[in-house]
Each structure stands twice: as C-alpha cells, then as structure tokens.
C-alpha cells in the first residue's frame, strides 16, 4: 500500500493495520465572536459543556494603569486561544484549600471564563449566572477547580468567572492617589468586577446568554463585593439577581474605612516602600511590592468608601432605599467560625463568660445563647462566635433589603456538617465556605472527602435552587422542597439532608449583638 506525501498520522497507520476500522473525526473547537476578535474554546464533560477561557474583559492593568479604574481590553487578530485560564491576580499562599489551574499570578489578570451548554447559541437566551470568588480580597480566582465543570450549566444557564485585582492593586487608596483622581481613590477590584459586567451585558448574547437575566453571586469577599455592588451606581441596571454566600458589610468582619481614614493610613504605607512619587510607585516591581505587603499583614486592602465608586457606607445607601431593587437570596453557613470559644466549654463556664462580659445584660446574652447543658453551651458558643463573625452582617443586609426594599428575598442557613478530609479533620462543621462544591456541583474536587448519597442529592437540590432563581428570581421548582420567601414569612430554609423550614429562631442572636458589641477574640 502507497500512502502519498509519504506520511500518515500513528493512529490512522494502527486503524489501517487492524483492517477495517473506522475512523471518526473530532468536533471542531466551538468559536465565538466577541467585540474583541473571535476565540477557539474548547469541549468539556463528554462534549455536553463548551468551555470559553481567560478572555481579556479589560486592558491590563499595568505600567500607568496600575491604580487606575480598568481601560476597555483591546481588540485581537486572527482566533484567541481561548482553551487556557488567564493568569490570576497577583497574591501569595493564603489557604491550603486554594488550588488553582492557570500558570500563576501577574499583574495581567483581568480574564473571564465563559461556560455555556454545548447546544447554546445566539437564540437561546439563557439566564447568566456571574461569580465573584472570595478569598479575603487578598487570594482566589475564577481558575479554582470547585468552580469549573460546574452542574449549574447543566441545568440552562451560562456561568462566567471572573478574575479582579486583590489586596494593595486591588484597593489602595493613598493619598497620592487621590489627588490624582479629585480626591477619589480605590476600588479598583470593584471597578474590575463592573467592567467585567459590562463586558458580560455586551457579549454574552454571543454565547447563548440573555444579557437582561444576569445574577451575580459570591461568597466570603465575593459576597461582601455582591452586596457592594447593589449600593454601586456604577453597577445599576448590569444585573437582575443577587445571591450573597456569607458576607456584606453591615458588620466587622471587613470593615469598610472612610476615605480619609484610609487615605493616610494608606499613604504611611506607600511612603514605607521607598518610592519619592506616584509615578516612581507604579514603576516598583509587583513582586517588591508584595514582599512589602506580606511584611504588614494587619494592614488589609479591601474596600473603602472612595466617594466616587461608593459614594457612601453600604447601609445607609440600604436605610434610604437606595440599593438596586432585585429579587435577592442572602444566607450563611452554620459554623461559619467554630470550635475556637467553644473549646473545653461547659455549662458553669459559659455562664461564666457571659457574667464577665456581659455584667448586667448577663441575663439577656444567656436568654440568646442559652447554657442550659454542656453541649448546649458549646453550641451557643458556636453560634455566637459564628454570629459575630460573619452571620450578622448576612442577618443585617437581609433585614435591610426586607425594610426598604420592593423586591423578594430568599434566607438560607447551610447546615450539613462537612466529612473529614485534609483541610477540616473535625467531619462535624458547616464550616465557612462549606457550601462551595454543593452549589457548584463540584463535590468530587474536594481532596480526601469521602461524600454520600445524600451530599450528593442536597448538591443537586441547591443546583436546582439556584439556578431557578437565575431564571426567573424565584428558587422554587418541581421536585423541590417549597422555599418560602423571607420577606413575607420569616422563614428560613436550612440546608442539611433532609432540608427543613423554620422561623427564624436566630432572631433574638442578632438583635442581642446588634446593640451589644461583640468582644473581639475570634
């Protein structure tokens, strides 16, 4: 047998060898045509999923654009590679948990990732579905393994991930910096997160996405940055839906500095790198500039009150019934913060602690966070130390857009204690973040969690959740355990198997620690 041109590849010499086989050719890649050029991406889970990664939502955010808000990206020739994750933001190992699939951090990280089912197109008008990662404002990106090959685009809609500047690119705010910008400074992951919105509004119809039906949703910062957004004016009308996964900023956990505040500490901090300028600033290598950061840790870059961007603290935009009015699901995990005050705790000690604390509003701490038994005590701990944390500021957004909102909230409560692996050995937690894999349907990336039947069916009940609030602003569905909206019954929906309905019994927790400070040991 004569093969011309003298060549043939492996596989084709084998079939011929074997006698009769047939060959099949692969799928062509999907392609897309953004406003920015055309891009080949790829086929994921047996070809029921195409995947669009690390297109460029703005100009790098280098050289003189470092500090500034993100410039439009530019335009490309030819087919964009679209088959790898863009580079993450620049950040150091914060959390072992975090693990990611791109090459690295840069300062070039301003890249979304578009997941579509393989059958949309241009006529499908899907939902979307935006999220925003967490990691403090300092770690995370959309590369991270428990939000790819996600079940959410199973079930109809399209998901994009987002990469935003982190930590000192992210949000400082010096004095320098303000003068350069008629006394406005910072913000800048937040401004990165709008212009991926903007992006989104004016691409995803490309993809099978309906640019009128956006969620956005996050988790830890990533809901701190959602619930900033809805207090955004920048941000008004580029999304439909909202869905904040532990935090906001109604409490402490991220505090949220004013402008001027913020302007010297941040500006002590600038002067400590050496640079004599602005301009000599922005020419110091990113590398130099985190090794200084990671020298100041109890100095955080997150999100300030710029005058510009945020125009005012998040809840008074909320108490004046400013906030974009959408349909919104607001919740936390059980144990967002356990097993530190509980520790060895009884009974005899609780009481204790809150007689110490507490002096005369003893009494009332305890009616809160009762101790009538050992392991009660400990749970009240738990609770309380949850609750201070990070679960008041959940409990506060949910009141506010209750009172001066005209849209329907949605409050959860993720109850089911995690299994034991590698990162949490305890197996008996809700622990922050806990929710992640279920409503990604990602459980199997987890490392050293041996899962059940009934993780599994929860997963795929909080993916059905969550992607019916994508569709229509309402989570309910066939199949579904009635989830009644907050702002018309009080009640919450608790996540753990089987899920359950309740009051919300928490109410007296709150209302105990919103006129009582919470003393700072957690």
């Known amino acids: 047998m004569s093969i011309r041109g003298g060549w043939i590849p492996e596989a ?31 086929w994921i889970l047996d070809g029921t999923q195409k995947a669009f990664l690390g297109l460029p939502y703005a100009a790098p955010p280098t050289g003189d654009l470092r500090w500034k808000a993100p410039q439009p990206p530019s335009m490309w020739k ?42 949309a197109s ?13 990691g403090g404002f300092i770690a995370g990106a959309g590369s991270e393994p428990r939000y790819t090959n996600s079940a959410l ?18 949000f400082l705010a010096s004095e320098d910096l303000a003068k350069e910008n008629q006394g406005h400074a910072g913000n800048y992951g937040l401004m990165d997160m709008t212009a991926a919105l903007r992006w989104v509004k004016a691409n995803i119809g490309a993809f099978g996405g309906d640019a009128g039906n956006v969620t956005i949703f996050g988790e830890s910062a990533g809901s701190f940055a959602v619930n900033a957004l809805t207090a955004a004016p920048e941000a008004r009308g580029l999304f439909q839906k909202v869905i904040g996964e532990s935090g906001a900023f ?44 990671k020298k100041s840790p109890g100095i955080p870059f997150s999100p300030s009150v710029d005058g510009e961007f945020l125009i005012e603290p998040v809840p008074d935009t909320y108490t004046a019934g400013r906030q974009a009015q959408v349909p919104s699901i607001i919740g936390w995990n059980r144990d967002e913060r356990a097993g530190t ?85 305890q197996g008996k937690y809700a622990f922050h973040s806990d929710e ?28 059905g959740y969550w992607t019916n609030f994508a569709r229509t602003g309402d989570p309910n569905g066939r199949g579904l355990p009635a989830w009644p909206r907050y702002d018309k019954e ?33």
């Not at 062509?28 to 790829?42: L, M, S």
């Not at 990602?442 to 795929?460: F, Y």
């Not at 009080?490 to 003393?519: A, G, S, W, Y």
């Open 436 to 463: 992640l894999e279920y409503v990604f349907g990602t459980l199997d990336v987890r490392h050293g969690a041996t899962w059940q039947p009934e993780d599994r069916k929860l997963s795929e009940q909080m993916v």
């Open 78 to 119: 030819g087919v964009r590679d679209a088959t790898k994750f863009g580079a993450r933001c620049e950040q150091w190992h914060v959390w072992n948990d975090y693990i990611f699939l791109d090459s690295g951090p840069s300062e070039d990280c301003l890249y979304l990732n578009v997941y579509a089912p393989a059958s």
């Open 250 to 293: 109604f409490g402490s956990a991220i505090p949220m500095m004013p402008a001027a505040e913020r302007a010297k500490r941040d500006q002590r901090w600038a002067n400590e790198t050496g640079a004599k300028s602005l301009a000599e600033l922005r020419n110091v290598p990113a590398e130099k500039l985190m090794e200084v950061a």
């Open 490 to 522: 009080q009640k919450v929906i608790h996540f753990d198997t089987p899920i359950t309905i309740t009051p919300d019994t928490t109410r007296p927790e709150f209302e105990f620690l919103v006129t009582n400070q919470p003393r700072p040991y957690y």
């Open 12 to 42: 084709l010499v084998a079939c011929v060898l074997a006698h009769g086989c047939i060959m099949f050719a692969a799928p062509p890649q999907p392609e897309v045509k953004t406003a920015q050029g055309e891009a080949a991406g790829k």
């Open 153 to 170: 685009v199973s079930k109809g809609v399209i998901l994009v991930t987002l990469n935003y500047r982190l930590g000192l690119f992210g």
């Open 341 to 425: 005050l509980s520790k060895d705790m009884t009974a005899a000690k609780w009481k204790a602690y809150a007689a110490d604390q507490y002096g005369k509003q003893a009494d009332v701490f305890l009616a809160a966070f009762p101790a009538n038994s050992d392991e009660q005590a400990i749970r009240s701990a738990d609770d309380f130390t949850t609750n201070a944390f990070i679960a008041l500021g959940g409990w506060k957004w949910a009141e506010a857009q209750f009172s001066t909102g005209h849209s329907p909230v949605y409050r959860y409560r993720f109850d089911r204690p995690a299994p034991p692996e590698e990162n949490h050995p």
């Open 122 to 134: 241009r006529e499908s008008k899907l939902p979307v579905m935006v999220w925003i990662h967490g």
